[in-house]
């Protein structure tokens, strides 16, 4: 079994920070890598060793391949962590890493490549009996095709990219004409964007919740499934606010899904953290895609189940065995997560800049991860989130109210940040009372847009 005993992070911000913290809670050494723009991050500031690996374009250091693994082979780590986005995701860079003798910690290379490829997740899903939404066999390569299974399908229907993600290269078409006018644009789209303009379609559904199921498997065969989150309320599909456990679902409902994603993870011989995500409405479940890495709301699910899913995923790369199972887990209470972003609340311009005072909220079961500090200035070439304010107690009554009283306590200055937004949310009935859905937060700004334009018609 090989020992961890350094791991060198690829990424950078709060899931940097994340991964320094629970290898030091297992007496394992750190090497933070950096760009030119992050030589004052936290990361960086916290870890055993840094690297500077370029500039501060992304291109130029995160995702630069042959800078990280030389940063790895010349600091003598073992193993290789990818938190999310940037290099989490990308196969060839898995089998790099392998190939110079250092360690992944996350899915295999195989698992990546079947499970990113949308049209080939949906073909494995089906195969491993998961429930999916109705759409096309496979890649539709033109719009007579397209045309002719949405005659199949039934209007309303979404075309997605096979290699897309994070909300972009989809388009939605509720009949011939859009159609026509939307298959050109997401092809150009998702070639723009990944290199790959291969599309499918599927039904498009009105009003889902987005709900995912926490998975986690060795390389010895033992899977288990850390119950779920709702993720519902979303910004041009970018989650917003996540929950855990799902409360709209019946305990029927869970226990079936979590036995149907147990065993299709161990049908897939899926390893190491990943999440199915399925679209759910009226009872029913359909599969959406696979995220095949950790997840930006994975502390819910840890606050919930009190579990550390990085320690997990680097136990797992070093050949360890679960040590538990299914019947061994047990949920307790109700967390809720709030991203905060560097954005104008209203607007949502990036607001990057610097901050002059930095106070997080605390108290029993709350938690903040975070990377930034009073005197830090936040770069404008990397994403807006900074902080993701995590809150836990036994009911989801009582969540509401210490969320109420966390966001409250948060203090930011200097820049703008979607705390705002969030304690607007928070208030709102209809996300108190699950009456919420996928599209539900998209019509809620927008409504509010119409008021104040209104009101500012009126005063004029």
């Known amino acids: ?91 060839d860079f898995v089998e790099k890493v392998e190939q110079h003798g250092l360690i992944w910690i996350g899915p295999s290379a195989d698992m990546i490549r079947q499970m990113g490829d949308k049209v080939n997740a949906k073909q494995t899903a089906i195969k491993c009996g998961l429930p999916v939404v109705p759409g096309s066999d496979g890649a539709i390569k033109t719009i007579e095709d397209a045309i002719v299974w949405a005659d199949k399908i039934g209007y309303p229907v979404m075309i997605k990219a096979a290699a897309g993600g994070g909300g972009r290269g989809m388009r939605a078409a509720n009949n011939e004409v859009e159609l026509r006018e939307a298959f050109p ?33 060795d390389k010895h065969g033992n899977v288990v499934i850390f119950g779920e989150r709702d993720c519902s309320l979303q910004r041009k599909n970018q989650k917003v606010m996540e929950e855990c ?78 040590g538990y199972t299914q019947s061994n887990i047990v949920p307790h209470g109700h967390a809720i997560e709030f991203r905060i972003n560097a954005e104008d609340p209203e607007t949502f311009i990036p607001n990057p800049g610097k901050i002059t005072l930095y106070a997080p909220s605390g108290g029993l079961g709350v938690r903040v991860d975070s990377a930034v500090y009073s005197g830090y200035t936040i770069p404008p070439t990397y994403d807006s989130m900074i902080a993701k304010l995590i809150v836990h107690a036994q009911s989801r009554t009582a969540c509401i109210m210490r969320a109420e009283r966390a966001l409250d306590e948060f203090v ?19 996300v108190r009372q699950l009456k919420t859905d996928n599209h539900w937060l998209e019509h809620f700004l927008a409504e509010n847009k119409t008021e104040e334009q209104s009101q500012a018609n009126q005063e004029e």
């Open 1 to 91: 079994m090989p020992q961890i005993k350094k791991v060198l992070i690829a990424n950078r911000g709060e899931i940097a920070l994340r991964v320094i913290r629970a290898c030091r809670d297992m007496g394992i050494r750190t090497v933070a890598v950096y760009s030119t723009a992050d030589r004052d991050a936290m990361h960086v500031k916290l870890a055993d060793e840094s690297v500077c690996i370029g500039p501060d374009q992304s291109s130029e250091s995160y995702l630069n391949e042959s800078a990280i693994l030389t940063a790895a082979l010349l600091a003598n780590a073992d193993a290789i962590h990818p938190g999310y986005g940037f290099l989490s995701e990308r196969a």
């Open 245 to 322: 456990p799902a409360a709209v679902l019946t305990q029927k409902q869970r226990d079936d899904m979590i036995e149907i994603c147990k065993t299709a993870a161990k049908k897939m011989g899926y390893t190491n953290a990943g999440t199915f995500e399925f679209m759910f409405e009226d009872g029913k479940f359909y599969f959406l895609e696979m995220n095949t890495r950790l997840q930006v709301e994975h502390p819910v699910t840890e606050m919930v189940y009190g579990v550390d899913l990085v320690r997990e995923q680097i136990r797992i790369a070093a050949g360890e065995k679960l």
């Open 185 to 217: 644009l997401t092809k150009a789209e998702a070639k723009s964007a990944f290199g790959d303009d291969t599309l499918y379609m599927e039904k498009l559904l009105l009003h889902p919740r987005h709900i995912e199921f926490q998975v986690l498997g």
């Open 412 to 430: 930011i200055e200097g820049i703008k940040t979607t705390i705002p937004l969030q304690k607007r949310l928070l208030n709102n009935s209809d």
